[in-house]
């Protein structure tokens, strides 16, 4: 739901409890101010009654359309006006209806007499009617009013940050261009039109820092440990002792691991700057069948039966790159992780799955726990660690899943979109 439609109808909700509190109080005042106007009304028709009683000072009871005097033979409470209601025959209506009554005691001229005074009543119901039927008017006029107004208001208000959502949308950091966001003369989308220009323009410009020293860091580290390693080498060839080829051939083994290491890191840096963004339909088992061709001699070589079943074809939306990368280390971290004797491989394609099984020692923690960089399963190994942190990356940013079983000795890893 859009944001001004929330607050639309928040706006109606809160109006509709007013109105109705506003209503009760409406009816209150309104039935108040009635009620004095009729007993202001029933005083005035007793001056008027007074003057009449003056003049003619009647000596018989006097019984006309509500008004009632009686002359008093003996002396009464005078001036004791009393209101109340009573039900009283109406001629027009031609029903009982109810009236406010007044009842007094009077002495004119010597004399005593009782005056009773009648009036309808505006009764209480058709003050509350009157009042709900305004107020229901008035709402829905309110209702119709606002509902228009907010379209126009969406429209035309909210158009500058529309915009702004839209520049935000289409911003891409990897073209180095500044984002582009309409002007506005709305203080607050000044404001944040503001603070993304300036959000957007240091991200663009990390983004750029960062994929620089990624490619320096690939090209420069290698450079030197390739001259370390060319070095080492020769000094090999001369004339060593043992202990100085030992540790000839460890300094070699180091320089290779921080050669891999630098390569890894890289590879994870430009898979998190989505620098293999573009996707398309990739057939898995053409990519599967070439690596395992290149890979077949080496794990005949170990030892280790190799089963497949790649008779399904399977396709997925990933890039090239990644699926090779994908699979290659899966195919590495399933040889160089499995058992010295009576090892196996795997590898089906089934129910758009890619599940690779191999054996390998048990691991004593969380399998999760192997998706991050530098952890191992045996940390006595000779692996770096980031095999299936790479592997993991490649499935998050292709949008496919993964699961890693481990049943003491089967090591088991699936793959679907």
């Not at 005691?105 to 058709?126: P, T």
């Not at 074809?313 to 058992?339: F, G, Q, R, S, Y």
């Amino acid at each position: 739901m859009r944001l001004i439609t929330k607050i639309v109808f928040l706006y109606l909700i809160l109006s509709l409890i007013v109105f109705i509190i506003g209503g009760i109080v409406t009816i209150k005042i309104i039935s108040n101010e009635v009620k004095k106007e009729e007993r202001w009304f029933l005083e005035e028709r007793l001056s008027s009654t007074e003057r009449y009683i003056k003049r003619r000072q009647p000596e018989k009871d006097i019984i006309r359309d509500k008004v009632i005097i009686k002359p008093q033979k003996d002396s009464i409470e005078i001036n004791n006006i009393i209101f109340s209601d009573t039900i009283v025959y109406h001629s027009t209506l031609e029903r009982p209806e109810k009236h406010n009554k007044l009842e007094v005691g009077k002495k004119i001229e010597g004399n005593f007499y009782k005056i009773i005074l009648y009036d309808i009543i505006i009764e209480q119901d058709d003050i509350v009617d009157g009042v709900i039927e305004s107020m229901v008017k008035i709402y829905i006029l309110l209702f119709v009013v606002v509902i228009i107004g907010s379209w126009f208001i969406s429209k035309e208000l909210l158009s500058p940050f529309e915009a702004t959502l839209s520049a935000i949308k289409n911003f891409d950091i990897k073209q180095n261009e500044a984002i582009h966001l309409s002007d506005t003369r709305t203080k607050e989308f000044k404001r944040l039109n503001q603070f993304i220009s300036q959000m957007a323009k240091k991200i663009t410009a990390d983004y750029q820092s960062l994929k620089e020293f990624t490619e320096n860091a690939s090209h420069e580290i290698q450079t030197p440990i390739s001259i370390a390693k060319g070095k080492l080498e020769l000094l090999q060839e001369g004339v060593l002792t043992e202990e100085q080829k030992k540790l000839v051939s460890d300094a070699t083994k180091s320089l290779t691991n921080l050669s891999k290491i630098g390569n890894t890191l890289t590879l994870l840096a430009k898979i998190d700057n989505q620098e293999f963004e573009q996707t398309e339909n990739t057939n898995v088992n053409e990519v599967l069948e070439n690596f395992l061709e290149e890979y077949e001699e080496l794990i005949l070589l170990k030892g280790i039966q190799l089963t497949k079943k790649l008779n399904e074809e399977v396709n997925w939306n990933i890039h090239p790159v990644l699926l090779e990368i994908l699979i290659t280390n899966l195919i590495n971290n399933a040889i160089k992780h499995n058992l010295k004797e009576d090892g196996f491989i795997k590898i089906y394609l089934e129910d758009k799955k890619l599940i690779i099984e191999n054996s390998g020692k048990a691991i004593n923690h969380a399998t999760e726990l192997l998706f991050a960089r530098f952890k191992k399963g045996n940390q006595s190994s000779s692996s770096l660690g980031l095999g299936l942190a790479i592997i993991h990356k490649i499935c998050k940013v292709s949008g496919l899943d993964i699961k890693y079983i481990n049943r003491e000795q089967l090591h088991q890893i699936t793959i679907s979109e």
